[in-house]
């Protein structure tokens, strides 16, 4: 067991993120220091904006002198910072990051037109260990570093409660989609606009989607579109739907899906190999739109009795992505690095 000061995570809260949803809230079930981009200097900069760099360069510098004091350092959101913090020739620190987004520049055969690529690089190499959302990128980067401690460990999620109930009866058959980041556009409007011709009393709500799918929505008929709503809306209108539909093009870990299993809201995605590991045994997964109708229609056509089963079992199962769970598998891989680093 680690001790009280010897570990440090490092991290910040994006803002599109709710305030029950994003990795930095690993950092509360682990026995250790947080330390917060958000509340150091420049920390209030957009995180869209150019100058956001000037927070994360602040945030290196003063990690660099901090990092020394501990056994364990985990860098949670190391893609927006990561360049010359991790501990170098300290056989007593392990230093471990969890990767988000696609891995491919890390390959020094690719190209790529980061900024401080090679400096990049050479922070990734130093690190103990890496921690993916995905099994499919942990297997790719072990290519890529075939000698380092890498493993698949599911990002996971606060517990939820009740907030809505669902009109079991599907009278108006409510379907909801979050996101437009990564999503198969194409799919998903050919799916809306087949329920529109089939099935009129199918409802999509679209919740925190781009201007530009706001925009071919307004044609359809079928669409709810949704303004900015705060978290308890959001589980509300979530919970009160039939199934989440999440249609993808690449995926690690999506909050959404984690949400909406942890309200008890079956979900339908596509077969993408991120998103798989996410699923439970409620989840259905469709290859095209025919397939994707054709699963909707089973469930909208389901029993009361069995719709409701499907539900109760939905937000039993997604008990396994509570943080209390994941935070034990990634205290475990903290001591399966220190042990391969001490061998």
Same mark, same amino acid.
Not at 15 to 19: D, I, K, L, N
Not at 96 to 103: F, G, K, P, R, V
């Given at each position: 067991m680690y001790e009280k000061g010897e570990i440090l995570l490092t991290g910040f809260k994006f803002? =599109? =993120? *709710? /305030?029950s949803s994003g990795y930095h809230h690993l950092a509360s079930y682990i026995n250790g220091e947080y330390l917060?981009?958000?509340? %150091? !200097?420049?920390? *209030?900069i957009p995180m869209e904006s150019k100058a956001r760099l000037l927070n994360f360069l602040c945030f290196e510098f003063f990690l660099k002198f901090k990092v020394n004091k501990y056994n364990v350092v985990h860098y949670l959101y190391p893609e927006q910072h990561l360049l010359f913090s991790v501990p170098e020739g300290k056989d007593k620190i392990i230093s %471990?990051? /969890? %990767? =988000? !987004?696609?891995?491919q520049w890390l390959d020094r055969n690719i190209k790529s037109n980061k900024k401080f690529i090679n400096t990049r690089r050479n922070a990734y190499e130093q690190l103990d260990g890496i921690i993916c959302l995905s099994n499919d990128q942990a297997l790719r980067l072990k290519k890529i570093y075939p000698k380092k401690n890498i493993k698949f460990i599911p990002h996971g999620i606060n517990k939820l409660g009740s907030y809505a109930k669902c009109d079991i009866n599907r009278d108006i058959f409510y379907i909801t989609v979050v996101g437009s980041n990564y999503r198969d556009k194409q799919v998903l409007f050919n799916i809306i606009k087949l329920s529109e011709k089939l099935f009129p009393n199918w409802k999509f709500n679209f919740i925190g989607v781009s201007k530009e799918w706001k925009k071919e929505a307004s044609n359809f008929s079928n669409i709810i579109i949704h303004p900015f709503l705060s978290e308890i809306q959001y589980f509300e209108i979530m919970q009160a739907s039939h199934v989440h539909l999440l249609p993808v093009e690449f995926a690690t870990a999506n909050n959404a899906l984690l949400e909406a299993h942890a309200l008890g809201?079956? *979900? !339908?995605t596509s077969s993408c190999l991120g998103i798989l590991d996410y699923s439970i045994k409620s989840t259905s997964h469709f290859t095209d739109e025919q397939e994707a109708i054709a699963i909707l229609e089973s469930i909208y056509n389901m029993s009361n009795t069995d719709y409701l089963s499907l539900r109760e079992d939905t937000k039993n199962e997604a008990e396994k992505f509570e943080w209390t769970q994941i935070s034990k598998e990634v205290l475990q891989f903290y001591h399966e690095v220190e042990k391969n680093k001490h061998k």
């Open positions: 803002p =599109h =993120h *709710s /305030t917060d981009a958000n509340k %150091i !200097l420049f920390g *209030s %471990i990051a /969890t %990767i =988000h !987004l696609d891995e809201v079956p *979900s !339908l």
